[in-house]
């Protein structure tokens, strides 16, 4: 079983920059695509950004694309989120999820993190 830890969150003025980390644990052999996703208060959990750990494919939400860089731990155990040119609609927890589909969808995806909180200022 997939244990995922996400850390980097935190408060930020509009047009900051911040870093996520998601670090995979356990049974990592069947981390086939790994997300980043984000879930606001009364709105569903959505995808940001996904990653294929065997060939570096990414995709991205559109609203993201140009200002979020999803990327690989080194040993491929885990993922980053840069995230520049916040905005006070990213305000959300962010959560750090692995699956064997590539996609963004939330219902593909069976381990999860505990989440981080990213909140941005205007």
């Known amino acids: 079983q997939v244990r995922l830890v996400e850390s980097g969150g935190g408060s930020v003025q509009a047009g900051g920059s911040l870093r996520l980390s998601c670090t995979a644990s356990g049974y990592t052999g069947s981390l086939f695509s790994m997300a980043w996703f984000r879930q606001a208060p009364g709105k569903e959990r959505e995808g940001v950004a996904n990653?294929?750990?065997?060939?570096?494919?990414?995709a991205y939400a559109d609203s993201v694309k140009g200002r979020f860089t999803i990327s690989q731990l080194a040993m491929k155990n885990g993922l980053y989120l840069q995230m520049n040119d916040l905005k006070p609609e990213d305000t959300a927890m962010y959560y750090c999820?692995?699956?064997?589909?590539?996609?963004?969808?939330?219902?593909?995806?069976?381990?999860w993190g505990q989440g981080t909180q990213v909140t941005v200022s205007s």
């Open positions: 999820a692995a699956g064997p589909k590539h996609s963004l969808s939330r219902f593909d995806y069976p381990a």
């Open positions: 990653v294929l750990p065997t060939n570096g494919s990414t």
